[in-house]
């Protein structure tokens, strides 16, 4: 009789301008996160408006050993325990992606463990499965972040299929694109949003004076686009001699029109295609109005589908989502023989 063994993952992120590691605990359907080590890099791109890829590299490059030891000691678990190694092989900057996938390549060859490759937006969809065993297939997933606004339908672990995508800027971009214009700062999406709120807040809000378009929100496709969202943005504030004074009006704003589309498509995807359920996913899903508003629409249109929502914890760039991907890889069979001409691709596809 053979008796099944939990396994024990060592993840590494570094597709953008964090380092991260995290160690995952996975048996059956079940995925436990040990440690979770995150060293942001935003205070140092803040002040250029965005990431400056070699600064992020460089960083890296520092801090990608300390992030990995201290994942293992809070873990408790020292490196003869893990059962593999996982790593973001793409799609990111090319020059952070290197960093993480040579060093998950040394450190597999020295400790003689399985490597296992991830798909970044892959990866950011498994933050769902996280202390999570009761998530039905089908599932429609939406995934927003910095670089990908796309729906997919997953009929299990590794079976997805691309339904809709964004033709130009992803959702967050937008939301990063459209902060610049305003001068809030890098990253924009938490600034946006902030700033909304102070909107929200007010004990009686003037009617809403600003109407930004829905883009393609009445196509009968599934894709998406941003980049005319922020143009029309810039021609209204180009208009409005007043706008500083209305920044916060003109973020609850931006916000509705992104979260709105978001959320109608994905509604629109999930009732086409008969899912059980509806995933979100990647950076843009820790915006609390979109959270929010996925749940209510969803209630409202499709009261059997069961809406799935990552822990805030695991929404942008972490290595536990890694782990949590890397998992169902390797129950799958999915692990990699180490060799030297692995490397990481800035373009990876899904599939
Ligand atoms: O997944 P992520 O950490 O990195 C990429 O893979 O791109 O996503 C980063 C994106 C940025 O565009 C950031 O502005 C956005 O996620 N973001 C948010 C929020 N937090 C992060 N957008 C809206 N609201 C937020 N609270
Ligand atoms: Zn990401």
Same mark, same amino acid.
């Given at each position: ?13 570094? !597709?953008?301008?964090? &380092? @991260?590691?995290?160690?995952?605990? =996975?048996? %059956? ?7 979770? +080590? ?106 927003? !972040?910095?670089?990908? &606004? @796309?729906?997919?339908?997953?009929? =299990?672990? %590794? ?7 964004? +033709? ?184």
């Amino acid at each position: 009789m053979t008796t099944k063994k939990a396994k024990i993952i060592l993840a590494i992120e570094t !597709s953008c301008d964090e &380092t @991260a590691a995290a160690v995952i605990r =996975g048996f %059956g359907k079940q995925v436990e996160v040990l440690s979770n +080590i995150i060293s942001s890099q935003i205070d140092i791109h803040q002040k250029y408006g965005g990431v400056v890829p070699e600064i992020a590299a460089r960083e890296h490059v520092y801090n990608v050993l300390p992030v990995i030891k201290e994942a293992l000691e809070q873990a408790g678990i020292t490196h003869n325990e893990l059962d593999a190694i996982a790593v973001t092989q793409g799609p990111g900057l090319i020059t952070s992606l290197h960093i993480g996938t040579e060093s998950a390549k040394a450190l597999a060859f020295v400790w003689q463990k399985p490597l296992i490759l991830v798909h970044h937006v892959e990866s950011h969809l498994y933050a769902n499965f996280i202390d999570n065993t009761a998530i039905k297939f089908p599932a429609m997933v939406l995934t927003v !972040s910095g670089g990908h &606004t @796309a729906l997919y339908l997953m009929a =299990g672990h %590794g079976d997805l299929k691309l339904i809709g995508e964004t +033709i130009d800027d992803a959702a967050g971009e937008a939301f990063d694109k459209s902060a610049q214009l305003m001068n809030l700062g890098y990253p924009g999406g938490p600034l946006v949003s902030s700033e909304a709120k102070k909107w929200e807040g007010q004990k009686n809000p003037k009617y809403l004076e600003i109407d930004l378009p829905r883009p393609m929100l009445n196509k009968p496709n599934f894709n998406f686009s941003f980049s005319g969202l922020k143009t029309a943005l810039l021609y209204q504030l180009q208009k409005d001699k007043n706008w500083k004074k209305r920044i916060p009006e003109y973020c609850f704003e931006l916000q509705e029109a992104i979260v709105e589309t978001l959320v109608k498509k994905t509604i629109k995807a999930a009732e086409k295609y008969h899912t059980s359920t509806i995933l979100l996913a990647g950076g843009v899903s820790a915006n609390q109005r979109l959270r929010q508003y996925l749940v209510e629409y969803a209630k409202l249109k499709l009261p059997n589908v069961k809406v799935n929502i990552p822990d805030l914890r695991y929404t942008t760039d972490n290595a536990a989502m890694v782990g949590a991907c890397a998992y169902f890889k390797l129950k799958a069979g999915k692990s990699t023989k180490n060799n030297a001409t692995i490397t990481a691709d800035p373009n990876l596809e899904l599939n």
